[in-house]
């Protein structure tokens, strides 16, 4: 079972959230990213996921997304990728068993009819849903802060079941993501952290690997497959 983060997309030129020229730079994460915000101000939280969409025009996987694209081609069915990413860039790649568990930035909801589907451009006040054609109540498909991540009968199910749980470019710190080392070593996995740098929550894990994403996760896939 693999975990990614915001670190796992750097290489690819996507802004991590908490490094110094972070995805929250200049806003307060109250006012975009909770959802307390999306009643208090709809547009503005539409607005920062509208520049987020036109902000990775152009973006591609890097090698580190690419080799776990092969780890998956080799393990098949047994293999699991949760990420907390919303970019597309593991589909991209040709990720296939994946779990987004903060939602997806292609993806639009609708707080009147309930409805969630693949969306690209501007979200603006007077653009209709596509399902129901309210005006009003579209709002980004993501898992903000106060709400309840994505799937998660199957990240549990998943985390208590593998045997290898290896978390990739994530700083640790939100949860219930930075609490599943604790629950899959708990269940018998070994689990190894990759980051650039030391984390909150390094000291859960059993092995560490400290380096970019797109060298360190090439070398640690290949040793997996033996290779
Ligand atoms: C590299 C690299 C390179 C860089 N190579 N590495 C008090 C205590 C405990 C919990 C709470 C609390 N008060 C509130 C809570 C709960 C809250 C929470 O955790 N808050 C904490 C901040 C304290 N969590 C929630 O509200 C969640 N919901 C919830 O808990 O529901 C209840 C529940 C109960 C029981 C079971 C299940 C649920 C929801 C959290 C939603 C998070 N949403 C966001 C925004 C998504 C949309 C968007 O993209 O804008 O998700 S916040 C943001 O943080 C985003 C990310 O997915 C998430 C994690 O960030 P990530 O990926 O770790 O990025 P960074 O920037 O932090 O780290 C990057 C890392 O990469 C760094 O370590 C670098 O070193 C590394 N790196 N370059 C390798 N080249």
Redesign the pocket.
Known sequence: MVL?????S??SGIP????PD??WHGRR?ED??TAEAVYRDRWGVNE??NE?RNGIEGVKPNA?HEALVKLESKIGNNFILV?????PLHEMAGSKNLIH???E?FSIQCDNCNSTYFFQGDVKKETPCEKCGKTGSLR?D????????KM?DEILYALSNCDLFVA???????????GFVDVAGRYGAHTIE??????ERSYSFAERIT????I?VTELVDKIIGE
């Open positions: 990614t983060g915001a670190g796992i750097a290489e991590t959230f908490r490094g972070g995805l994460v975009v990213a920062f996921f987020r580190a990420t907390q990413n919303i970019d568990m903060h939602g930035l980004p993501v898992v903000l802060f106060g709400e309840m991540p998660m990739i470019g994530t700083s640790g710190v939100v949860y219930p993501a930075a990759v980051n650039a740098a030391d984390t380096g970019p994403a797109s360190t």
